[in-house]
């Protein structure tokens, strides 16, 4: 039992990291956007899920009170209205995670636009600033996400019964597989052509008519809706959204360590890379107790230690990861004299 366990949580981890990072791939690795804010997206589809569900089935559900302040209670009554009702149960949950899309979509925009046009250091300084403030506003304005305590979401998959863990872990991971199936098919694109043009030589890709400011916005406006999916999924199977725990180590850190070590504007690369760290870190929490005596510090920080010194590394020796980039298929010339004649 402990070993289906860990295999459910690992495949749920890997789910939420793959959509992340294949975001993050998306961005940085093919359009070329230094993006050290990918928490910004991911805490925003968070937000959602912690702000917009359970207030809809309070009010359907006509309970006085405060959502947050009484979130115990409140979630408890929800939680078991939702385990007798699969239909209100699923569309809840696909009418939450459209929000998250629109409200990933909005953000994506809106970090971008200030200063898409001033260059790639202002850019990437005031991704990094807003995905900072967004947690911090999420840590001291409690209407939002309970402040530093956090709050409960409600359990769309209530109705799952004992087999909750089970179905939550596979409907994150199925989203996962989705996601990787649309960014290879968008990458392997002409768009993809594009946004490698714009990522290789603005001046250039400029000069063949290419908008750089409307590519990189709409980019952006996609791979924060992406990332955002990530945050709802990952806020739906902790069962409760805590802004705390959104880091910029955890979140943004650790993808750029993932497409690093798998291969940048590689996706198959980025698989690799997140099955390998995700499975690195649960050896380090299953073993943390034995480890301990033999390191002079707290266990605790091996992760992160593990990680910097495995970026390094990756940088000076494997800079284009395990899986390098590789060429856009393009169609044959004798499709493309079909296409020509149609």
């Given at each position: 039992m402990a070993a289906i366990d860990f295999l459910l949580d690992m495949l749920a981890t890997v789910g939420v990291y793959l959509m992340l990072t294949l975001s993050l791939n998306?961005?940085?690795?093919?359009?070329?956007?230094?993006?050290?804010?990918?928490?910004?997206?991911?805490?925003?589809?968070?937000?959602?899920?912690?702000?917009?569900p359970g207030r809809i089935l309070a009010t359907m559900l006509g309970m006085s009170g405060d959502f947050v302040t009484d979130n115990a209670s409140m979630i408890f009554q929800i939680n078991s209205f939702l385990a007798s009702n699969f239909l209100i149960s699923t569309a809840l949950f696909i009418a939450t995670i459209i929000v998250a899309i629109g409200f990933g979509m909005i953000v994506g925009y809106v970090s971008t636009r200030p200063a898409v046009k001033i260059g790639s250091g202002p850019l990437a300084i005031t991704l990094l600033v807003m995905g900072e403030g967004l947690r911090v506003?999420?840590?001291?304005?409690?209407?939002?996400?309970?402040?530093?305590?956090?709050?409960?979401?409600?359990?769309?998959?209530a109705w799952a019964g004992g087999d909750r863990f089970l179905?939550?872990?596979?409907?994150?991971?199925?989203?996962?597989?989705?996601?990787?199936?649309?960014?290879?098919?968008?990458?392997?694109?002409?768009l993809g052509r594009m946004l490698r043009a714009v990522r290789d030589n603005e001046i250039a890709a400029e000069s063949l008519g290419i908008d750089i400011v409307g590519v990189k916005l709409k980019t952006m406006m996609v791979s924060s809706a992406i990332a955002a999916v990530a945050g709802a999924l990952y806020a739906f199977y902790s069962g409760a959204v805590i802004s705390t725990a959104y880091t910029r180590a955890s979140w943004t850190f650790i993808p750029w360590a993932m497409m690093l070590l798998g291969g940048v504007a590689n996706n198959v690369g980025v698989v690799t890379g997140v099955f390998t760290f995700v499975f690195l870190r649960k050896l380090i929490v299953m073993y943390k107790a034995e480890l301990t005596p033999y390191l002079p510090f707290d266990v605790l920080w091996l992760e992160l230690i593990l990680y910097g010194v495995m970026v390094i590394l990756i940088l000076m020796y494997r800079p284009e990861?395990?899986?390098?980039?590789?060429?856009?298929?393009?169609?044959?010339?004798?499709?493309?004299?079909?296409?020509q004649k149609t």
């Open positions: 998306l961005d940085s690795g093919y359009c070329g956007i230094p993006n050290f804010g990918k928490v910004l997206a991911m805490i925003a589809g968070a937000f959602v899920v912690a702000f917009f506003i999420g840590t001291n304005y409690a209407p939002l996400a309970g402040g530093s305590i956090g709050i409960s979401a409600p359990d769309v998959f179905v939550v872990s596979v409907v994150v991971f199925v989203f996962s597989v989705a996601i990787f199936f649309f960014v290879n098919r968008l990458t392997n694109a002409p990861g395990l899986i390098p980039e590789k060429r856009t298929p393009t169609l044959k010339m004798s499709t493309l004299k079909k296409m």
